[in-house]
C-alpha cells in the first residue's frame, strides 16, 4: 500500500502562483510515475502533469503548458506542481496520482481557488 498525502492548495488571484506538494509513503520503492490531475466542479477529472519516477521524463496537458511545472524529490518521496499565471479556469480539485507495482494510487485532494 501507498499513501499520498497533499498540501499547497489555496486561494490565490489570477495571474498568482501556487505550488502544490505531494508526499508519498509506504511501499514507495515500487514507483514508476507520479502527477496531478484535477476536477473543476461539474466536470470530469483531468490528466495535468506526470513524472516518470526513473528517468524524470515530464508530461503535461496542452492547457498548462508553459505554466505549470511538476518535479520530483526522490530521496523524500515527494512530487511538487508549480502553478504559476494561475487562471480562473485553473479552478479545481487537485488530486496527486500515483502507480506503483501495477496499482493506481490517489491523494485526497487539495483545493486551487483563482479569482478573477
Known amino acids: 500500500q501507498v499513501q499520498l498525502v497533499e498540501s499547497g492548495g489555496g486561494f490565490v488571484q489570477a495571474g498568482g502562483s501556487l505550488r502544490l506538494s505531494c508526499s508519498a509513503s509506504?511501499?514507495?520503492?515500487?514507483?514508476?510515475?507520479m502527477g496531478w490531475y484535477r476536477q473543476a466542479p461539474g466536470k470530469e477529472r483531468e490528466f495535468v502533469e506526470g513524472i516518470s519516477w526513473s528517468g524524470g521524463s515530464t508530461y503535461s496537458a496542452d492547457s498548462v503548458k508553459g505554466r505549470f511545472t511538476i518535479s520530483r524529490d526522490n530521496a523524500k518521496n515527494t512530487v511538487y506542481l508549480q502553478m504559476n499565471s494561475l487562471k480562473p479556469e485553473d479552478k479545481a480539485i487537485y488530486y496527486c496520482?500515483?502507480?506503483?507495482?501495477?496499482?493506481?494510487?490517489w491523494g485526497k485532494g487539495t483545493l486551487v481557488t483563482v479569482s478573477s
Open positions: 509506504g511501499r514507495t520503492f515500487s514507483i514508476r510515475d
Open positions: 496520482h500515483l502507480e506503483a507495482g501495477g496499482v493506481e494510487y
